[in-house]
């Protein structure tokens, strides 16, 4: 059950995951309003045995008495899709019903005695150190019965709690961040590189490109199908954001500050979703001011998404039938949009995209060049290198002029920003002597040579690998969790969860 870990231990460290801190607002009301069926319709299968939205909304439902007891780990972990909350919250349930099959099998099973015991333990009961009985009935009495659960729910979110530990240890000590990856990772990013590099100018090129009018003819009528013009929305956006003082508080304190500004979000978004022709009303009633966009497209964003980038998503998202979003969280607090207008792309006529067509022509007879004289000179690059001519004298020879920055370490790139940039955003991992292929940037198309790798220094690894070592190693680990879950989950029988079907 394990062995998927150990086999993919490359892979995992390929996957650029961060893992999100969940705030607790976002599971204030988890109960998904969109779900339909009833508690006992059926949502999908896992491992043979039926799950039903019932079962889904118990476990829901319990996301927020988790967080509360301060059982992070667990809701982060566990989360591992969904870009709406009601998403998020589907997934951590099935993850959790995953967890308690695996656990099972691994004879990771809670006794009474530990569950009894861990609760003891739990901060909250706690006084000078100590378990407090006091502290526990008025949690029981206060928190639990007010919000609807018993002592009962209590006892479960801590039994899966436990689940979690054990199962999660197992992976963990299964797939530890070996020494030679870190190591590697730190040569990657540490080691200075002597480049040259052949750059090709898509201007120098397109300049010389003529196309005349039947070729532009000819390219509308084979792809008039396809040259649209680009569908703009409309949008009605009602914020709910820090003040300037509390947006300077450090990361820790914002969570606390935005509370009441989720509550606030929460409590509109649920009001809207039920009656989305009350949108307006409803902003007017609270005080809520609503900020009407500019028609606008998904590549160029109205000034009033400025702030938070996933809004325009967000917003191409929305439908007429579905036209309020989920509540979206920033930096500096939360939003709730409605979609006011569509107007969709609609194909251009032979006027209308020359210009883009012309363009197109351009860019594309270009970059043909470029590749024509980059294989030749590539090619007599080669066959100098081989008389034993350095790289730089031999892109001479081909007509070249090599680019030849100062020496930089992609931790350390001085004014090489943008290159290391560059090279860290293609992937570019080359030996000494070695040239990379093609590739291309916003305006040219270049070709890097490592000329050569300088050592890294010993002890300022070993001092690093001191430091950074547990912590590199953690983050491994949950993504080793994360990856074990999805891939136990694809074996268990995964729910039609975001449109991907029983095995998206």
């Known amino acids: 059950m394990l062995d998927s ?5 490359r892979t995992l460290l390929t996957i650029i995951t961060i893992v999100v801190i969940v705030a607790f607002a976002w599971f204030y009301n988890p109960a998904s309003m969109r779900r339909g069926g009833g508690p006992s319709g059926a949502i999908g299968k896992l491992n043979g045995r039926i799950i039903t939205v019932g079962d889904i909304q118990k476990i829901e439902r319990s996301i927020q008495l988790a967080f509360s007891l301060g059982m992070h780990d667990l809701v982060e972990d566990l989360t591992t899709e969904g870009r709406t909350r009601d ?18 099998q691994l004879q990771v099973v809670p006794t009474a005695d530990q569950i009894r015991n861990a609760e003891k333990a739990l901060p909250q009961f706690q006084t000078n150190n100590q378990f407090d009985p006091a502290k526990y009935q008025l949690f029981v009495d206060a928190t639990l019965k007010s919000n609807g659960f018993t002592a009962a729910d209590l006892d479960d979110v801590v039994a899966d709690n436990l689940r979690y ?3 999660s240890q197992l992976v963990k000590d299964s797939s530890p961040l070996p ?31 003529q196309v005349p009018d039947a070729e532009i003819q000819a390219y509308y009528d084979q792809h008039k199908n396809t040259i649209l013009s680009p569908e703009k929305r409309t949008i009605e956006l009602v914020s709910f954001l820090l003040a300037d003082d509390q947006k300077k508080l450090p990361d820790t304190d914002k969570v606390a500050a935005k509370k ?28 809520y001011q609503i900020v009407q966009s500019e028609p606008f497209t998904l590549q160029q964003p109205d000034k009033a998404l400025s702030e938070n980038p996933a809004l325009a998503h967000e917003a191409f998202n929305l439908t007429k039938g579905n036209p ?23 194909p251009l006529t032979l006027a209308e995209s020359k210009d883009q067509i012309v363009a197109a022509i351009k860019e594309e007879k270009a970059q043909a060049a470029i590749q024509t004289k980059a294989k030749e000179a590539l090619a007599k690059i080669d066959a100098d290198m081989k008389k034993g001519i350095s790289f730089v004298q031999a892109a001479e020879n081909a007509g070249c002029k090599p680019e030849a920055p100062e020496p930089f370490s992609l931790a350390d790139p001085g004014n090489n920003v943008e290159l290391a940039r560059f090279i860290a955003m293609n992937g570019v991992e080359l030996d000494a002597n070695e040239t990379s292929k093609l590739l291309s940037d916003q ?18 690894y070993a001092e690093f690998k001191k430091s950074a070592y547990a912590g ?14 999805r891939v136990e989950l694809q074996k268990a029988g995964r729910p039609p969860i975001f449109g991907q079907g029983a095995t998206g």
């Open 472 to 485: 590199q190693n953690s983050r491994y680990e949950k993504i080793a969790i994360r990856e074990w879950l």
């Open 165 to 167: 530990a054990g199962v």
């Open 5 to 9: 870990i150990r086999k993919r231990q």
């Open 443 to 460: 305006d040219s198309s270049l070709m890097i040579h490592m000329i050569r790798k300088e050592p890294i220094d010993e002890q300022k």
């Open 260 to 287: 009441p500004l989720a509550e606030q979000a929460d409590s509109f978004a649920q009001a809207t979703l039920q009656n989305p022709s009350a949108f307006e009303q409803t902003a007017k009633e609270k005080g």
């Open 87 to 104: 998403d998020q919250s589907l997934s951590f349930a099935w993850n959790l019903l995953l967890l308690r099959d695996e656990a099972k």
């Open 324 to 346: 309020i979003s989920d509540v979206i969280e920033g930096p500096d607090g939360f939003y709730v949009m409605k979609l006011a207008n569509i107007e969709p792309s609609h």
């Open 179 to 209: 020494e030679s990856m870190f190591k590697q990772q730190y040569e990657q990013l540490n080691q200075k590189m002597s480049l040259a590099i052949i750059r090709f100018k898509r201007a120098d090129f397109e300049s010389s490109v």
